[in-house]
């Protein structure tokens, strides 16, 4: 057997369209498209199968709000720097001053946010935290949508006030304006009842577009 060259690596087994990527292709003409510019989701990006505690899902979807993917990633990024690029313990955000979080582009607000969530999280059960999830400050339906999409890992999920689908779904759909929420909501019916790996795919279609 020839050696193989220096520096090669085992080839991933290629992907390949699940039945529910092909239910969605079927359900709708152009995210079909969408999909197929790209292929199938890599299982090991796929955010469905990541399932963080509840502190960092609650606290991410705080530091992503009203902001791009890219931008939400970036920030929270330069947050994660400030404790050794690991996702740090509620008591490790509170022990950190304002200012020192500021540094990583967080508002005021989301400061206080996170903040907030950190004193009320950090000695409660995953059941504890669903149930005062609505009492934090700064989570509103979107927060609690990526909640359930990235925590709760539920199939059946679409945020139409997330800035990102809406952008997706303006390109890929060619409108003139960035569509409201009855319209989204109009439009995901076709998605049902995979509307969250639908926003997946929707998300992804950003990756290279300039915001």
């Not at 699940?18 to 999909?35: E, G, P, T, Y």
């Not at 509620?90 to 989301?110: D, I």
């Not at 199939?155 to 303006?170: C, H, Y």
């Amino acid at each position: 057997m020839a050696p193989r060259p220096a520096g090669a690596h085992a080839r991933k087994p290629a992907l390949k369209w699940s039945a529910d990527d092909r239910a969605l292709m079927r359900a709708d003409k152009v995210l079909k498209r969408v999909m197929e510019e790209k292929g199938p989701l890599d299982p090991e990006i796929d955010r469905r199968g990541s399932r963080p505690d509840p502190f960092e899902a609650v606290a991410r979807a705080i530091v992503g709000q009203q902001l791009s993917t890219k931008a939400a990633r970036s920030i929270w990024e330069k947050l994660l720097a400030q404790f050794g690029g690991e996702m740090p313990a509620p008591e490790a955000v509170l022990r950190k001053r304002k200012p020192t979080l500021r540094k990583a582009g967080l508002s005021n607000a989301k400061v206080d946010f996170l903040r907030d969530l950190a004193h009320r999280i950090k000695d409660f059960s995953d059941e504890d935290v669903i149930a005062d999830l609505i009492e934090v400050k700064g989570v509103g339906q979107w927060t609690a949508e990526m909640f359930l999409m990235f925590h709760l890992a539920r199939e059946d999920v679409v945020s139409v006030g997330d800035l990102g689908i809406r952008r997706a779904v303006q390109i890929s759909y060619r409108m003139d304006d960035l569509p409201g929420p009855e319209e989204l909501e109009k439009l995901a019916e076709e998605w049902r009842p995979r509307r969250t790996l639908a926003c997946l795919y929707l998300w992804r279609s950003l990756d290279n577009t300039p915001t």
